[in-house]
């Protein structure tokens, strides 16, 4: 168990909709990474949270945003779905953001865009 | 960009045996981090090993063990005396000092033949 919790486990929606993906990090931790893995992009960075502010940007589609909380919990927007998006979404932490510092991983939301 | 390569998508060991995976990457950076990540069937992604590129010392962690290249942009994993709970997806991973996610390769499936 890596600390980070994800919320849900799972998720089937519809195309065209729009579904909130949470994250908790570890305890102490201020930083927030958002991962895609799809069996056609492989695992991809999305976008990084520092504290509450964005602070990097991967291959995140306009259609797809987050924030981070006062509460340092962390949400992953995703609207207008496609077929395309069924995917592994996961969420990482670290405490400062560092480069050198280890990314603890979540277990991940499954989602399936039908 | 920076890009990884893993050009195994699989390698089959037999248990107790030792296996190296292999992992290339592309970077005009001189400062950055290397790492080895486990996907098990859980999905669950969890750190293997990690490497400093300023180190020259190859890191190692066990069972676990890497051959650091850095003029080479190599970056292999080795797993000695191979346990049937080493079997699960590896990704390499690169992360450039600074703020930015991971960029993973796409991974080698490893079989641990009993």
């Known amino acids: 168990d890596s600390g980070v919790t994800q919320t849900p486990k799972h998720l089937i929606t519809a195309t065209g909709q729009r579904v909130t993906l949470r994250c908790s990090p570890r305890?102490?931790?201020?930083?927030v990474y958002w991962y895609q893995q799809s069996l056609d992009q492989g695992l991809q960075f999305l976008i990084q949270?520092?504290?509450?502010?964005?602070?990097a940007k991967g291959n995140i589609l306009e259609r797809f945003s987050a924030q981070q909380f006062p509460d340092l919990h962390s949400e992953l927007n995703l609207s207008s779905l496609e077929l395309g998006d069924s995917a592994l979404y996961f969420c990482?932490?670290?405490?400062?953001?560092?480069?050198?510092?280890?990314?603890?991983f979540g277990p991940g939301t499954r989602l399936l865009v039908l | 960009a920076q890009t990884v390569t893993q050009s195994q998508p699989e390698m089959s060991v037999q248990e107790a045996e030792t296996v190296t995976l292999s992992c290339t990457y592309d970077?005009?950076?001189?400062?950055?981090?290397l790492f080895w990540y486990k996907q098990p069937p859980s999905r669950q992604m969890i750190l293997v090993i990690r490497q400093e590129a300023y180190k020259q010392q190859n890191a190692t962690e066990n069972r676990f063990s890497v051959n650091f290249q850095k003029a080479a942009k190599s970056f292999s994993l080795k797993i000695s005396d191979s346990q049937l709970g080493d079997a699960a997806m590896y990704f390499c991973a690169y992360r450039r000092k600074g703020a930015d996610g991971l960029t993973f390769g796409k991974g080698t499936h490893l079989i641990i033949q009993p």
């Open positions: 990482a932490s670290t405490q400062q953001g560092l480069a050198r510092e280890t990314q603890y």
């Open positions: 305890s102490g931790d201020l930083s």
């Open positions: 970077t005009s950076e001189s400062d950055y981090y």
């Open positions: 949270y520092y504290n509450g502010e964005e602070r």
